[in-house]
């Protein structure tokens, strides 16, 4: 027995991390199906590692995250190699332990994402200030026009280039400095305490053909910026994958954390973001008005600078469309895998819930729950 160890002990090794992986993702999967069990971890274990690993990975310059999968890249290559030229000559026990040392990398990291965040994707809703009471068909208007106006007021406290695209106001350190100042308005209790640095991403070319505007990866606690997105849409980003590293990882939730934070925020570059990117939400509120012009109304009224920025987007993502579908089936596979049913799906608003009968709102989607939350605590006579 002791000459079999000792002859097989690298296999004997790797096939003990491969089990290893194994169970700590088994495990990792029935513990998420307790929504009491993921949110006590999130709240007493999972957001010290992030506040641990944050801590130490803003003071690092660049992604680690890119860094890292750079390097697993080359030794996975390598290991190949080896194993070719092992197999060539004729050394299989040589050969075979290279190969298997491949997925052994690959469920190792798996089983660390697993134990980072896993149980974070079935917390408990994320606490926003939103609005789930009825509300009156008549201030449908009064509520829209309320956010277009001060749509329209950030665009008209932003600078935009002759194609449309709006000129960058801050650099992302200093953005950095600007959402760290806006998520201590949220409450500590549920989020982790202490906000990272996100970072600008050095393959941002090849993410943009992916149409990703931000990477979160768990293990390192390191929220990363496609730099290459456009400058409307960065704050909005930004503040999206700070969520995640602050234990939000459902992606709507994130994108709830990101829509409140910029919408409320005093800096109207940023309120630009939040709109450009969530403004048709509310707008749509307008559908279910009795009055049938009152859509097309009131979407006339956003600033012409708005609508050109608006197709500056589309057009500028259209462009960029090498891998965006790969992209996005491999994301939503990974989505699925965390428990997300609707995998990409997540990312968007839920749907507006209507009575059959009577053709009237009966729930808000949870996007424009944010922004009459908003508008009733500026009109509390209402």
């Given at each position: 027995m002791k000459n079999f160890?000792?002859?097989?002990?690298?296999?004997l090794f790797e096939s003990?991390?491969?089990?290893?992986?194994?169970?700590v993702i088994v495990i990792f999967q029935i513990l998420k199906g307790n929504k009491n069990i993921c949110e006590w971890y999130s709240r007493n274990i999972g957001r010290w590692i992030q506040t641990i690993n944050g801590a130490i990975v803003k003071y690092i310059p660049f992604s680690i995250m890119e860094t890292f999968f750079i390097l697993l890249f080359i030794l996975v290559i390598t290991l190949l190699v080896v194993s070719i030229i092992e197999l060539v000559h004729k050394r299989i026990y040589n050969s075979f332990s290279s190969i298997i040392m491949i997925p052994t990398l690959v469920l190792l990291v798996i089983a660390n994402y697993n134990a980072y965040c896993t149980l974070q994707y079935n917390r408990k809703p994320v606490p926003l200030e939103s609005y789930n009471g009825e509300v009156d068909e008549e201030k449908y208007e009064d509520i829209i026009q309320y956010f277009l106006d001060d749509f329209n007021y950030c665009s008209s406290q932003v600078t935009y280039r002759d194609n449309y695209e709006i000129k960058e106001l801050y650099s992302l350190s200093k953005l950095n400095k600007i959402m760290q100042k806006e998520y201590k308005r949220l409450n500590d209790e549920y989020f982790a305490p202490f906000t990272s640095n996100a970072k600008p991403m050095m393959s941002s070319f090849i993410y943009r053909e992916m149409w990703i505007t931000g990477v979160y990866f768990a293990p390192f606690g390191e929220s990363n910026i496609n730099v290459l997105s456009t400058k409307s849409e960065i704050p909005y980003t930004l503040v999206h994958e700070l969520a995640h590293s602050k234990g939000i990882m459902r992606e709507n939730d994130a994108n709830l954390v990101a829509t409140y934070l910029t919408l409320t925020s005093d800096n109207p570059y940023i309120r630009y973001s939040g709109y450009i990117n969530t403004f048709s939400y509310v707008l749509?509120?307008?559908?279910?008005?009795?009055?049938?012009a009152l859509y097309n109304s009131l979407l006339n009224?956003?600033?012409n600078n708005i609508r050109k920025n608006w197709g500056y987007i589309s057009k500028y993502w259209n462009s960029h469309n090498l891998a965006n579908r790969i992209a996005d089936w491999w994301n939503s596979l990974y989505l699925k895998s965390q428990g997300t049913e609707n995998g990409t799906d997540d990312y968007d608003d839920t749907p507006v819930i209507v009575d059959p009968d009577t053709h009237k709102v009966v729930t808000f989607s949870n996007f424009q729950k944010i922004y009459l939350?908003?508008?009733?605590?500026?009109?509390?006579?209402?």
């Open positions: 160890i000792k002859k097989y002990s690298l296999i003990a991390l491969i089990l290893l992986s194994v169970v749509n509120i307008a559908h279910y008005s009795d009055d049938a009224k956003v600033d939350g908003i508008y009733f605590a500026n009109h509390p006579e209402s």
